[in-house]
């Protein structure tokens, strides 16, 4: 039973755009949630976290955002640059180092 | 710091066989984690270890095991494998046993194990 979804296998944003993944997630005790971005051969490296007690949290070009009644976390991306282009998964804890992560959106940004 | 490695990075097998995988954490870091990746699943969760103790364990049978030493290098072990065990195999490390803000998990970059 998949706890993490990304709906979105692949997104198509042209560079200097906003890009928006979405999350949803079904486990009410998830408290922690992670952002990962992963390039082929590689593997993922954590982009962004937040609490569940924040509803945003913003890094530099990323900004997440957690919507707790609705179950529903986003990361946003602006603007976006090709270098962007990768995979991106969404994880979340509800406690401890157990991780759930999402099947991933692949995100292409077109110069 | 030098970051979370693992060998080998890429393995064949037969089915059948089995396999050790070695991860090696990042220094400092006590916890270490192991997942599993195929194509449309994601990562699955297969289980966690600090200071040298399981103390997480996903929905895998038992035909996967682990451990951890007391210089939390862990190795994971597949035995009787089959087909559908073919993968990538992640591990990641992290300071704590709690997750939370600057506990984040680093990955290394994955075993690529394929079984015929």
């Known amino acids: 039973d998949q706890q993490v979804k990304q709906n979105s296998p692949s997104l198509s944003v042209q560079e200097g755009r906003i890009s928006i993944l979405n999350c949803d997630y079904t486990n009410s005790m998830f408290d922690y949630f992670l952002w990962y971005k992963k390039y082929p051969a590689e593997g993922p490296t954590f982009l962004i976290s937040i609490s569940s007690i924040k509803d945003k949290n913003e890094d530099g070009r990323f900004t997440v955002f957690l919507n707790k009644s609705a179950k529903h976390l986003s990361l946003h991306i602006v603007p976006s640059q090709p270098g962007d282009s990768a995979v991106y998964f969404c994880?979340?804890?509800?406690?401890?180092?157990?991780?759930?992560f999402g099947t991933g959106t692949s995100l292409t940004v077109i110069p | 710091k030098a970051g979370v490695t693992q060998t080998p990075r890429y393995l064949i097998k037969t089915r059948g066989q089995q396999v050790t995988l070695s991860c090696s954490p990042i220094s400092g870091h006590r916890s270490v984690s192991w997942y599993q990746q195929t194509p449309g699943q994601g990562l699955q969760f297969l289980f966690e270890y600090f200071s040298e103790t399981q103390r997480n364990k996903g929905n895998f049978p038992g035909r996967f095991s682990g451990r951890q030493f007391s210089n939390s290098r862990s190795e994971m072990n597949v035995s009787t494998l089959e087909l559908g065990d073919s993968a990538l195999y992640l591990c990641?490390?992290?300071?704590?046993?709690?997750?939370?803000?600057?506990?984040?998990?680093?990955f290394g970059p994955g075993t690529r194990l394929t079984v015929l």
């Open positions: 994880a979340a804890s509800a406690t401890g180092n157990q991780f759930y």
């Open positions: 990641a490390s992290s300071r704590l046993m709690t997750s939370g803000a600057n506990n984040e998990q680093f």
